[in-house]
C-alpha cells in the first residue's frame, strides 16, 4: 500500500509560482509512473501533468504547456510539480496520483492506484 503526501500549495497571485512535492511511503514509488491531477469546484477531476517510473517520459494537459513541468527523485520517492506564470483558471485542488501510465496519460481516474489527499491552490487575479 502507498500513502502519498501532497504539500507546497497556498495562494499566490497571478504570473507567480508554486512548486508542489508529493512524497511517498510504503510501498516501491519507482515502479509507477505518477501524475498530477486537479479538480476545480464544481469541476471534473482532470488530468494535468505525469511523468513515467524512470523520468524519462512526461505529458501534461495543453492547458498547462510551457508553464508546468513534471520532475521525480526516485531516491527520495518524491515527484515534484513546478508551476509557473500562473493563471486564476489554475485554482484547484491538486491531487498527486500513481499507477499506469497510460491511465495517467488519458486521464482515467478509476485506473489510478493510489491517491493523495490533495493540496489547494488559489490563484488570484
Known amino acids: 500500500q502507498v500513502q502519498l503526501v501532497e504539500s507546497g500549495g497556498g495562494l499566490v497571485q497571478a504570473g507567480g509560482s508554486l512548486r508542489l512535492s508529493c512524497a511517498a511511503s510504503?510501498?516501491?514509488?519507482?515502479?509507477?509512473?505518477m501524475g498530477w491531477f486537479r479538480q476545480a469546484p464544481g469541476k471534473e477531476r482532470e488530468f494535468v501533468i505525469g511523468?513515467?517510473?524512470?523520468?524519462?517520459?512526461?505529458d501534461y494537459a495543453d492547458s498547462v504547456k510551457g508553464r508546468f513541468t513534471i520532475s521525480r527523485d526516485n531516491a527520495k520517492n518524491t515527484v515534484y510539480l513546478q508551476m509557473n506564470s500562473l493563471k486564476p483558471e489554475d485554482t484547484a485542488v491538486y491531487y498527486c496520483?500513481?499507477?499506469?501510465?497510460?491511465?495517467?496519460?488519458?486521464?482515467?481516474?478509476?485506473?489510478?492506484?493510489?491517491w493523495g489527499k490533495g493540496t489547494l491552490v488559489t490563484v488570484s487575479s
Open positions: 511523468i513515467s517510473w524512470s523520468g524519462g517520459s512526461f
Open positions: 496520483a500513481a499507477g499506469p501510465y497510460a491511465k495517467l496519460l488519458i486521464g482515467d481516474t478509476r485506473g489510478i492506484d493510489y
Open positions: 510504503g510501498g516501491t514509488f519507482s515502479s509507477y509512473a
